[in-house]
């Protein structure tokens, strides 16, 4: 079967089912008008486009001194390199995928990771996204890097996903998980995935060692229209839903400098305080979750 003859009318267009729920409708609507520079700029970098935060120490010797003319270029592209350092570590607990191999991006944004995963491993990815703008977007971008064979964003919802039973190798949500009920959505994943297949989320998520979600964890869910959910929950759901943790990484020290360093750019979008300030009180975390299904 090829990539493009399924879910496609006479009319030659996707048939494209309406939104599950009314929520849902406000996430596909939330992310078809989505333009902030921050993401634009900085996937113009090299044309991987990212809707995902940075890991790794900033390289400030690549940045240079505040009154370089410069600066904010090179503050652009530093961020950009973290964004991608995020998504290679995301893909390396993935653990050995084969050419043959179908992998799958649920909530896949403007696709920038999926590309990265076919680069990298040289196999087909799915992407799955609410919103129209997003998949053609990132289908389009697969066709200018010359990956369009491989790399295909559909407009379907990760709570039923189009692939059949045991059929995929490994599946990640990159910050997608705060959009749907964990139960429903590690059900989906573990029905689609192979046994022995790997699923890996990075996430934020509130830290039940806090007591409840503090006011900056409310503000992110606001400024998103999200519903960050607790560590504690994702490791229940993974575990009604034959998912056995591998591994469970704190990203938060790891993160904190790209938000550190974000604040001081021209790109701020206001959110970063909530990031830095629940980071620091310990009531939000950056962590990152593979999971071996069995
Ligand atoms: C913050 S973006 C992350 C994008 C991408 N993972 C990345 O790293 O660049 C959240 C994504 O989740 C998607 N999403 C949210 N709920 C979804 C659902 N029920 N089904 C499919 N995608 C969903 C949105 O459409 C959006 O593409
Ligand atoms: C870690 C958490 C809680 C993430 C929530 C999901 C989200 C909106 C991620 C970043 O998207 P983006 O790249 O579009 O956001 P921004 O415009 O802030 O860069
Ligand atoms: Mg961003």
Redo the contacts with the bound molecule.
């Keep these: 079967m090829s990539l493009t003859d399924d879910l496609t009318t006479a009319a030659g267009h996707a048939a494209i089912p309406g939104p599950a729920t009314p929520y ?1 409708g406000d ?2 609507r939330y ?1 078809d008008h989505e333009a902030r520079p921050v993401n634009l700029r900085l996937g113009d970098v090299d044309g991987l486009y ?3 935060y940075g890991i790794g120490p900033v390289d400030r010797a690549a940045i240079g001194d505040p009154a370089d003319s410069e600066r904010e270029k090179k503050v652009i592209t530093e961020l950009h390199r973290l964004e991608s350092a995020q ?1 290679d570590v995301l893909l390396d607990h993935l653990g050995p995928i084969t050419p043959d191999a179908m992998l799958v ?6 696709g ?2 999926m590309v990265m995963a076919h680069q990298r491993f040289g196999c087909r990815v799915e992407g ?4 129209t703008k ?1 998949a053609d977007f990132g289908n389009q971008r697969a066709r200018e890097l010359g990956v369009g064979d491989f790399v295909r964003s559909r407009v ?4 039923d996903m189009p692939f059949e039973t045991g059929s995929v190798a490994g599946s990640w ?4 998980s705060m ?2 009920d964990l139960h429903d959505l590690f059900a989906e994943h573990s029905r689609v995935l192979a046994v022995g297949g790997r699923y890996v989320t990075i996430t934020g998520c509130w830290n039940p060692a806090y007591g409840q979600p503090s006011k900056w964890v409310s503000q992110i869910n606001a400024h998103f229209e999200c519903n960050i959910h607790s560590r504690r929950e994702y490791l229940r759901a993974m575990a009604d839903n034959r998912l056995v943790p591998q591994a469970v990484i704190d990203l938060t020290p790891d993160t904190l400098p790209y938000w550190e360093l974000r604040a001081t750019s021209s790109l701020v979008t206001g959110i970063e305080e909530a990031f830095i300030n629940s980071y620091k009180d310990g009531s939000f975390q950056y962590v990152l979750i593979a999971a071996d299904r069995v």
């Excluded at 379907?156 to 709570?159: G, Q, T």
């Excluded at 949500?173 to 997608?176: H, V």
């Design positions: 849902q996430i596909a992310w990212h809707h995902h998504a991006d649920a909530g896949c944004g403007r920038g990771s799955l996204t609410l919103s997003q379907c919802n990760m709570l949500n990159n910050e997608s959009y749907v």
